[in-house]
């Protein structure tokens, strides 16, 4: 058994320093990204039973086909992570595709012939793979990526004291070196 001693940063007191925590949290969102891909049925696991055969047929005869490199696009970079004033900036990248895929878009399928009215569960398929009903919505990313925000300003508003605003921003900064 361990013991874990709090050190003071600041005003409050923190178990750990803000640059392990938002490494962990962003790790931890990077692996529940995955998990969440299988659960809502994101190529490579199929959306619907004879996915796979069609699939490999598209790819045969060298038609538009999933190649699974969605998935392996995922990463998190941490910019900042200031113990002094509690800032925590990071990003997420994938392929831009995966956005669509995300909200359930694709081949002549808009964003308002999808259906979205029901609450997401990360334990739960969204929806079964329906197209003709507009069931394609596969909440994945966008989830997560609340959830990884949530867990942040909590642990900031506890351990700083500071209520902080955040915001989804496109990466385009060099990320810092947080020896993690």
């Known amino acids: 058994?361990?013991?874990?001693?709090?050190?003071?940063?600041?005003?409050?007191?923190?178990?750990?320093?803000?640059?392990?925590?938002?490494g962990l949290f962003m790790k931890q969102a990077?692996?529940?990204?995955?998990?969440n891909m299988m659960t809502q049925h994101v190529y490579p696991y199929s959306p619907y039973p004879t996915y796979p055969e069609v699939n490999?047929?598209?790819?045969?005869?060298?038609q538009w086909h999933s190649t699974g490199e969605g998935i392996k696009s995922f990463e998190g970079i941490?910019?900042?992570?200031?113990?002094?004033?509690?800032?925590?900036?990071?990003?997420?990248?994938?392929?831009?595709?995966?956005q669509y895929v995300d909200i359930g878009v694709g081949a002549g399928r808009k964003s308002d012939d999808v259906q979205r009215s029901r609450k997401v569960r990360y334990q739960q398929r969204y929806t079964n793979w329906i197209p003709r009903q507009g069931k394609t919505h596969r909440p994945a990313i966008q989830p997560e990526i609340n959830h990884a925000l949530t867990r942040i300003e909590n642990y900031v508003q506890r351990y700083y004291d500071a209520k902080l605003d955040f915001e989804i921003v496109e990466m385009t900064a060099t990320p810092v070196n947080m020896n993690l």
């Open 56 to 62: 490999e047929y598209r790819r045969q005869h060298e």
């Open 78 to 98: 941490i910019y900042e992570a200031d113990e002094n004033t509690g800032i925590v900036s990071m990003g997420f990248r994938f392929n831009d595709y995966m």
């Open 1 to 22: 058994m361990a013991t874990v001693i709090a050190e003071d940063y600041g005003e409050g007191k923190a178990l750990f320093p803000l640059r392990y925590i938002a």
């Open 30 to 35: 990077l692996e529940q990204l995955e998990i």
